[in-house]
């Protein structure tokens, strides 16, 4: 549950003057500006545009006044997660960019914001169409030092993770990246997050697929916008302190793939990885919901690629337990997703020495 906030939710309109916007002629964007930060992938566009779809992709910042808002254009399909000061509340947006109110009548003071979007790529992009306004003093507020890439598939989009069980289907409504296992590891961390997902993706085969047909992992890794072939990411621009690759669960949906193709394909996956980011940790994490001798495919075919490879390590941290209750479509709910990120967390402490 989230705690109530002096806040304007699913609401439009514009504000009274005076109003102040991190826009600035002399920049040659207004998210250039330190004070804004963007956690995740971002295409810029325009003067003062900002254009992203990846799960998790957050706007940060902090000022002193007492409200603010931000345009924001969006299918109409996406969840956001706003942050004011530590209190939470879930926005929707329109299709037509709006002057989206975040809050107001707050006091007088300094805050703290953040916007996140906690639905996938596949409902669609959302575009900050120019930078948020307030009516008073823009501030410069630390990032976070500790920085983690995730790629994988529903599970970590967290798909159906606010579902009341298992016989729920696809729902914007019950999808919370926030509340996945790597967010819950990232703030146990104090870690920005990088957060690479989409529901029903492999990394040699998509769900329903006996053969590659559609663009998967392997590929839509490599895009800002990943629904862009042309919208290519550049590596330099992230350099995370340790990568976790959660793929499998989609390429074993009807057994193991043929003649080791998986296996062959997280491999790739891994040398690619490593080719911008050679000194970081790679973490292959076995799916938690595969079970039986076809978990133990999976889990022998990443052994495989672990032993082979140096700096690249098997992360198990068990399938869904019985008793924490399921997700929509069976899939993990938050227990599980609580658990496995405080293991997560664990882990990485243990493994980087971070505090």
Known sequence: MHRRLALKACAFGLLPAPLMSLA?????????????????????????????AWSGSALAFGFRGTRVSIPLSDSGQ??????????????????????????????AGEHR???????????GESVFTGPPVSDGEWLVTPRRVRRLLV?????TAGYGVEGANENCGFSPQTENQQLS?????????????????????????????????????????????????????????????????NLGSNDF??????????????????????????AVPIYLMASPLLAGSTRAAQVRALERLCAERGRTLLLDIERVREDEGWGCD????????????????????ADLGWA
Do not use: C
């Not at 599980?336 to 882990?347: D, K, N, P, V, Y």
């Open 24 to 52: 600035d002629p002399t920049r040659p964007h207004a998210y250039d500006d330190p004070r804004l930060h963007l956690i995740g992938r971002f295409q810029r566009e325009g003067e003062d545009s900002v254009r992203f």
């Open 78 to 107: 996406n969840r956001f997660l706003l942050e004011v000061d530590g209190a939470q509340r879930i926005l929707t947006a329109g299709a037509e960019a709006r002057q989206l109110v975040l809050a107001e009548n707050l006091p």
């Open 113 to 123: 914001v953040r916007l996140t979007r906690i639905t996938e790529a596949m409902l």
């Open 151 to 155: 790629i994988g598939d529903s599970i």
């Open 181 to 245: 296992y790597a967010a819950v590891a990232a703030n146990a961390l104090d870690a920005e997050l990088h957060s690479l997902a989409w529901s029903g993706k492999g990394v040699y085969r998509n769900y329903g697929e006996a053969r590659p047909q559609g663009p998967n992992m392997s590929t839509l890794h490599r895009r800002v916008l990943p629904a862009r072939a042309g919208s290519a990411w550049q590596d330099a621009d992230y350099s995370p302190h340790a990568i976790i690759v």
């Open 253 to 278: 949906w009807n057994g193991a793939p043929a003649a080791g193709h998986y296996d062959e394909a997280m491999a790739a996956l891994v040398e690619d990885l490593a080719r911008t980011h050679d």
């Open 330 to 349: 069976f899939h993990p709910g938050r227990a599980t997703h609580a658990r496995q990120g405080a293991e997560l967390a664990r882990r990485l402490r």
